[in-house]
């Protein structure tokens, strides 16, 4: 098999990889903010329930999480799983990517000097105008490298989707490498991943630098 | 009267730390707060303003209570909704300025004045323009306050409560984060709007200025206003001990 052969055979599992990536992003970046607020809820059984989510997504492989959102149905309740195989794939890395957003989200709301939300206070300000006029856009600033982190870590944790036998980059990569007896397919994959968190990085310094205006 | 603040008292966890403070502020007038380290004067302030809330007393703004103690002997405020009127009597200049870093400085002037008091743009441009020039700033309107000096970074902080248009404006020891050498630019900003007759209160280690600018000097010791009065009187012949003593310390 040529390498050109392997490229095309290999595109559409790159494609998947990014379906699970962008998917992932457009999920897990806004559920964080809410995983964030809720765990500063004023209801204690709330705040507890965010902080068992988060130390259990955080707490265990999401290999495995993946595992049980997609047979944890099948053995708890007996349900037909047949199609399921995509949504559990999604679910599982938002709900994991929200946990770890979420707990950068705090850190970076916490670090906000309680003078701005005084000051926003003074002058009038609501709740609701404090913190997205004042707050989050001091947080954004400020937790940009470690989100830049996380999604560079997202990028080559997609490659976990062939615990579930899903076609993505990694899972077709092993397939031709075992029947091509070559190891080339990897080397194929590992510059994909490359480029693509190239890319991921060269985009997020571009953001970080949109907001440089300001100290 | 503009401000008045009745039996006040607050406490943290236990410790008092205002025990039945009166006092009242008219038009035009302007006082000082002096007092040791611990004795409660930004305690009060943040009282005045809401950012605490009391225990028990009253307090009024231009003659309407927006907190007061019940039959239950508990201090009890008006509605969230109610307070908010009540915010855009009064200002504050706090020690470490808190501009909002992500806005220009002219930003930082108009976007309460936009957003929370519904002005239109042309009028907050206007009234934020004329602040920054009394203040000699305006060539900073495009800048950023991480560029500015902290004594042009106070004066925007009282360029922007000034911008609400309120009828008194709190300092809490508006220069004691800055440099020696830029207190002095601050302090005359506050000066010129004694002049014009801007209702203050100030809270300050800064006697000479006290003296010079303010109609009253109150002096607070453990929570409690131990005296006051005439600026003259206070400095030059104080009537308690623990005001001589006070004194004696700033007396070289
Ligand atoms: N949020 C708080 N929680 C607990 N104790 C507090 C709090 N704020 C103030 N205190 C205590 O209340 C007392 C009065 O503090 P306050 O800050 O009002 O004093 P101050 O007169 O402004 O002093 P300084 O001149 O140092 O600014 C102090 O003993 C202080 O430790
Ligand atoms: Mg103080």
Redesign the interface.
């Known amino acids: 098999m040529s390498i050109t052969t392997m490229l095309v055979t290999m595109s559409d599992g790159m494609l998947k990889t990014f379906g699970i990536f962008f998917l992932t992003l457009l999920g897990a970046l806004p559920l964080g903010m809410v995983v964030a607020l809720l765990k500063k809820s004023r209801f204690l059984v709330v705040r507890g329930i965010v902080g068992i989510y988060i130390s259990v997504v955080r707490g265990t492989p999401l290999m495995l999480q993946l595992l049980a959102w997609y047979f944890g149905p099948y053995y708890l309740f007996g349900w037909e799983i047949g199609g399921w195989r995509y949504p559990a794939i999604i679910v599982g890395f938002v709900l994991n990517y929200a946990a770890y957003f979420a707990e950068i989200y705090r850190g970076g709301i916490e670090s906000i ?1 309680v ?2 939300y ?9 709740h609701t ?1 404090t913190f997205m ?2 707050i989050l ?2 947080v954004i ?1 400020r937790i940009m490298p470690a989100i830049t982190n996380e999604i560079i870590t997202l990028v080559k944790d997609t490659s976990l989707a062939f615990t579930l036998a899903y076609q993505e980059v990694f899972s077709i990569a092993k397939q031709i490498a075992a029947s091509q007896t070559s190891f080339m397919p990897f080397v194929i994959a590992g510059v994909f991943y490359f480029v693509a968190n190239y890319l991921v990085e060269f985009v997020m310094k571009r953001i970080e630098k949109s907001m440089d ?3 | 009267m503009i401000l008045e603040m009745n039996n006040i008292q607050k406490q943290f966890d236990g410790l008092e730390v205002l025990k039945d403070i009166s006092f009242g502020v008219d038009s035009g007038e302007v006082v000082s707060i002096i007092g040791p380290s611990g004795s409660g004067k930004s305690t009060l302030l943040r009282c005045a303003t809401f950012l605490e809330t009391i225990d028990g007393g009253e307090i009024k703004y231009m003659g309407k209570a927006a907190a007061h103690t019940n039959a239950q002997g508990k201090a009890e405020y008006v509605t969230a909704k109610e307070l908010r009127q009540f915010r855009s009597y009064y200002g504050l200049v706090f020690q470490q300025f808190n501009l909002f870093p992500h806005y220009s400085i002219l930003k930082n002037l108009i976007d309460a004045p936009i957003r929370v008091q519904k002005r239109s743009r042309e009028e907050a441009m206007d009234t934020a323009m004329d602040l920054l020039r009394k203040m000699g700033i305006d060539s900073k309107a495009d800048a950023y306050p991480f560029q500015l000096s902290g004594g042009q970074q106070q004066r925007v902080a009282i360029a922007r409560a000034l911008a609400m248009k309120p009828e008194i404006l709190f300092f809490d020891e508006p220069t004691s984060a800055l440099d020696p050498e830029l207190t002095g630019e601050v302090l005359k900003v506050i000066k010129q709007l004694a002049e014009e007759k801007m209702t203050m209160v100030v809270v300050t280690h800064e006697m000479a200025f006290a003296k010079a600018v303010s109609n009253r000097v109150i002096f607070m010791d453990g929570g409690v206003i131990v005296e006051q009065g005439d600026p003259h009187d206070v400095f030059d012949n104080p009537q308690e001990e623990r005001t001589k003593r006070f004194l004696s310390v700033f007396d070289r």
């Open positions: 000097p003078g701005q005084e000051a926003a206070e003074v002058l009038g300000y609501s105008q006029r004042i856009p001091q600033k205006y300001y100290k």
